[in-house]
T-cell receptor, first 113, second 115 residues
Framework: AQSVTQPDIHITVSEGASLELRCNYS??????LFWYVQSPGQGLQLLLK??????LVQGIKGFEAEFKRSQSSFNLRKPSVHWSDAAEYFC???????????FGQGTRLTINP | DADVTQTPRNRITKTGKRIMLECSQT?????MYWYRQDPGLGLRLIYY???????NKGEISDGYSVSRQAQAKFSLSLESAIPNQTALYFC??????????????FGPGTRLLVL
């Protein structure tokens, strides 16, 4: 069965600082991996996804993530955060067909001015 | 995403009441999903539907039922609401593809409070 762990429940960074949100997954086959963002009072917006190919994927809003099979990780990064990045971030893993996405617990990001 | 709409956006109900949450999509996708979100637990799958005649239970289907009235509409019902069903409910859609590389797109959510 698939599982996802986001080790950090809450992270605080200063505006302009770099960001890395961790995601570790457990899945027996090649995973399909996703990062979603939930802004306060909003639904989930897709940031980026990995299906195959280049292990470094670019997403919207200046985010990127790197798939590392050896570490079972798909960490999300941004070189310089903006106050508008304050939100909750969810990592999810799916199988071929994506009919059963399994989500991590989420990481809440706070930005200090 | 305006392509996936959920009604109502907020709802307060009492224990024992029947309630229906509705989801509509204009993306033309054939697959639809219902999730609930609880603090610290992420999202968990309640039911999913691959087409109008194909409905499947998810991880936490007890206490819920669904209806796929048309390709674009997928409703979630709580037959007799209880307080631990207080949560944020999300509908999602995806388009089936031969290579299996599907992405789910989410609605804005319905916040439900059961008193």
């Amino acid at each position: 069965a698939q599982s996802v762990t986001q080790p950090d429940i809450h992270i605080t960074v200063s505006e302009g600082a770099s960001l890395e949100l961790r995601c570790n997954y457990s899945y027996g086959a090649t995973p399909y991996l996703f990062w979603y963002v939930q802004s306060p009072g909003q639904g989930l917006q897709l940031l980026l996804k990995y299906f195959s190919g280049d292990t470094l994927v670019q997403g919207i809003k200046g985010f990127e993530a790197e798939f590392k099979r050896s570490q079972s990780s798909f960490n999300l990064r941004k070189p310089s955060v903006h106050w508008s990045d304050a939100a909750e971030y969810f990592c999810a893993v799916g199988a071929r067909g994506a009919q059963k996405l399994v989500f991590g617990q989420g990481t809440r990001l706070t930005i200090n001015p | 995403d305006a392509d996936v709409t959920q009604t109502p956006r907020n709802r307060i109900t009492k224990t024992g009441k029947r309630i229906m949450l509705e989801c509509s999509q204009t993306k033309g996708h054939d697959r639809m999903y219902w999730y609930r979100q609880d603090p610290g637990l992420g999202l968990r799958l309640i039911y999913y539907s691959f087409d109008v005649k194909d409905i499947n239970k998810g991880e936490i289907s007890d206490g819920y039922s669904v209806s796929r009235q048309a390709q674009a509409k997928f409703s979630l019902s709580l037959e007799s609401a209880i307080p631990n069903q207080t949560a944020l409910y999300f509908c999602a859609t995806s388009d089936s593809s031969r290579d299996g590389k599907e992405t789910q797109y989410f609605g804005p959510g319905t916040r439900l409070l059961v008193l």
